[in-house]
């Protein structure tokens, strides 16, 4: 979507991107020494379309992405508009060398799984 529809429009941020809560981020920084799975730290694009072509070698240059996905932004959203803190625990399913349905369905399970354990361990540290 236009950089200027967060920053421009409701719900006016400083800029386009929406800040992870400081205090979780610290939490899941330390679990992630602990965790038996490896977890990292950057920036997820989210967007209302799938990238395919240029349009992914721009987003990639534009932004460094970790992941890119298609629900992040209107949850972190809601959180800001409503005050409550934010913080994505994503898994990946398929990457841009291994894409198509037949690796997301095949890793879509594991994911699941993956991303369950990390929420309901980062619930329980709180």
């Not at 005050?83 to 879509?108: D, M, Q, S, W």
């Amino acid at each position: 979507m236009a950089d200027d529809i967060l920053t421009d429009f409701h719900p006016w941020l400083q800029s386009v991107y929406f800040q992870t809560d400081k205090k979780l981020l610290c939490m899941d920084k330390e679990y992630s020494h602990t965790s038996k799975f490896p977890i990292l730290f950057g920036t997820i694009v989210t967007g209302e379309q799938f990238i395919e072509g240029k349009e992914r070698e721009q987003i990639n240059k534009k932004f460094a992405p970790l992941a890119v996905d298609m629900e992040t932004a209107g949850i972190a959203h809601v959180c800001y508009v409503n005050k409550i803190p934010f913080l994505a625990v994503r898994t990946i399913t398929y990457t841009a060398a291994h894409n198509g349905i037949e690796n997301f369905e095949k890793n879509c399970e594991m994911a699941l799984k993956i991303s369950a354990e990390i929420t309901t361990d980062l619930i329980n540290k709180i």
